[in-house]
């Protein structure tokens, strides 16, 4: 049980690579808050797992994330690990069709929220004598894929504010890494191929990843369950490429 009596808040854990790293969690003995905008979902997701909690949260609003935070705690009695994989996706189009609400919403989504789940989860993790926050970033901050140019620079923000913040929060004895997917089989697929998922289009991204597969959620969950486990305690500000190659 590498994750025993942890716990741990992971967002977007309703479905996709959330609910497969809750999932692993709980599997390890993590006690689990599944966070998630569409609370059905976290419910769904946390009934199937001993000791979760559901909770409806909206990432991008102060609040909502506070009361997050505050769920582990008073459900759990602090917090030790937060994954923060809730993420929207950009329609695969040229870079000056995007509506300006499309790019303030995916800002506020993929990267305002670490800087209000630092706001709010970092004083409690302190407070526990460290910890490990793993942001969900992409492949596509590393090697961009054209018509998703928007969604890249967040990603890349992502990728930025995981090396500082590592940097910053390691005197505190709190280690932040990333993982960066390729394109995977989850309920984005389709947005990232220009909304439509055909075999035709999915063996186009297929073919640009050496092993010949696109991420599953089980293969993040297993690099979420590593490098939050104490097997990772010397690993701070690593952004791990679980993408079959693409970066190479």
């Not at 506070?66 to 870079?95: K, S, Y």
């Not at 097997?231 to 679980?242: K, N, Q």
């Amino acid at each position: 049980m590498r994750l025993k009596d942890k716990i741990a808040i992971v967002t977007g854990g309703g479905s996709g690579f959330g609910e497969g790293i809750a999932r692993r969690f709980a599997g390890e003995g993590a006690r689990v808050v599944v966070a998630d905008i569409d609370g059905e979902q976290a419910r769904r997701v946390a009934d199937a797992l001993d000791g979760a909690i559901p909770c409806s949260v909206d990432v991008s609003k102060s609040d909502q994330v506070a009361a997050m935070v505050g769920v582990a705690v008073d459900g759990f009695g602090g917090l030790d690990i937060l994954v923060n994989n809730a993420g929207v996706a950009q329609r695969n189009m040229p870079m000056l069709e995007v509506p300006e609400d499309v790019f303030d919403r995916l800002y506020a989504v993929n990267v305002k929220s670490l800087y209000l789940s630092a706001l709010h989860a970092v004083p409690v993790l302190k407070a526990r004598g460290g910890g490990v926050i793993i942001n969900t970033a992409s492949t596509a901050g590393v090697s961009p894929r054209p018509g998703l140019t928007w969604y890249n620079g967040t990603k890349g923000a992502v990728i930025t504010l995981t090396r500082s913040m590592a940097l910053e929060l390691a005197p505190e004895g709190i280690r932040v890494c990333a993982i960066n997917p390729v394109i995977g089989e989850t309920g984005l697929t389709a947005e990232f191929m220009g909304g439509e998922d055909t075999p035709e289009i999915r063996e186009k991204f297929v073919s640009t990843i050496p092993l010949g597969r696109m991420s599953r959620p089980l293969d993040i969950a297993n690099a979420a369950l590593f490098l939050a486990s104490d097997e990772a305690d010397l690993i701070t500000g690593v952004c791990l490429e679980v993408d079959g190659g693409r970066c190479i």
